[in-house]
């Protein structure tokens, strides 16, 4: 690393930036211009740190859309002066802002990676520091001079995932991500292990774009045992609905009985897309094994393949504000943008 190297920190919020008011003893967030002072070991980097933090702060809870493009155009506009990018954001939302920056940033060619912590940085037992520190020498790393992972990534307790891959995994433990269908793009220990096969670097380099279109006319319509046709068809008849994640069973199963597979075809041959995602953890769709699965097929639905559903989700409202018809919406839906689908 050369001391002309710089990374931008940006705090958006979340557990991760909270210390402990002396008087009271409650936890408050701190002053991020600060961030030397509550993580010295940061300042033993050979490379500059800048910070900048949202106000107002915001709950990960609480994130919209706005939010990803007020995150999207900062990057946009800071690009230029800084080799990486740090996004310290709360977990519950994370994999979902992760996923919308990759669809968002197109043409990335810098690290932009998000992390957080489980325990504020201000609790003796934080795992806060590690996850910053860790993420602060990613984002400044380079391999034979070019940015070591030009991707929109998640570092969680000494894994780095592609961030369109990955999944929240545990309220409770420090290993709070998993990237069930995609394995770790790097993993620290003693040093830190670059997995290279498994790293998107752009064949042809070219400059950023930003997309800021997005459509919230979407659902995610998650299926169970028992769920009527009444039910689906009060989501798939919404007014100005464009598209639906369908959370399936397995490989992409459904129920086929009659009601359920009607309500389904109606909205896509009025133009809506539906976008079939598994329930399991691991595993991808494969809407031709089963003749549940090619119920769905007929209906007019389109396999997600091993998308996850936060990547499913932010993709088809990112797709679905830029795409001018259905046809289009489903050609990017079934098309790897930034390796958030099995080619």
Excluded at 185 to 206: H, M, W
Excluded at 307 to 316: G, Q, S, V
Aim: with cysteine; hydrophobic share 40%; proline share 5%.
């Amino acid at each position: 690393m050369k001391r002309d190297t710089a990374i931008l920190i940006i705090y958006t919020g979340g557990t991760i930036g909270m210390v402990h008011e002396p008087v009271s003893g409650a936890l408050v967030p701190f002053n991020f211009d600060h961030i030397l002072q509550q993580v010295p070991e940061l300042r033993r980097f050979d490379f500059r740190i800048d910070t900048l933090t949202f106000s107002p702060l915001i709950d990960s809870s609480e994130i919209t859309p706005e939010n990803w493009i007020k995150l999207a155009a900062t990057i946009t506009e800071k690009y230029n002066s800084y080799n990486g990018f740090v996004i310290l954001h709360g977990t519950d939302t994370m994999a979902y802002t992760a996923s919308a920056l990759s669809f968002m940033l197109r043409n990335l060619y810098k690290p932009v990676i998000l992390t957080g912590s489980q325990l504020p940085i201000g609790v003796l037992r934080t795992d806060g520091k590690e996850n910053l520190i860790t993420s602060a020498e990613i984002a400044a790393s380079t391999i034979n001079g070019k940015p070591a992972v030009p991707e929109v990534c998640i570092y969680f307790e000494n894994r780095l995932y592609r961030g369109n891959r990955t999944t929240k995994l545990s309220a409770e433990h420090f290993k709070a991500f998993e990237s069930p269908n995609y394995p770790p793009l790097a993993e620290a220990g003693i040093d830190i292990k670059f997995n290279s096969d498994a790293i998107l670097y752009p064949t042809v380099r070219q400059n950023l774009k930003l997309v800021t279109s997005y459509s919230s006319d979407v659902a995610i319509l998650k299926l169970f045992p028992g769920i009527t046709a009444r039910l689906a068809g009060r989501i798939l008849e919404t007014p100005r609905l464009k598209g639906v994640v369908l959370e399936s069973y397995g490989a992409g199963n459904a129920p086929t009985h009659k009601d359920f597979i009607d309500k389904i075809a109606a909205f896509c041959n009025k133009g809506g897309v539906v976008v079939n995602v598994t329930q399991c953890f691991r595993g991808s769709v494969n809407q031709s094994i089963y003749e549940t699965g090619r119920a769905l097929t007929s209906a007019g639905v389109i396999s997600g393949n091993d998308m996850t559903t936060e990547a499913a989700i932010t993709k088809l409202m990112i797709v679905a504000g830029s795409c001018p018809g259905k046809e289009e919406i489903e050609r990017l839906m079934k098309k790897p943008l930034c390796g958030e689908i099995a080619v």
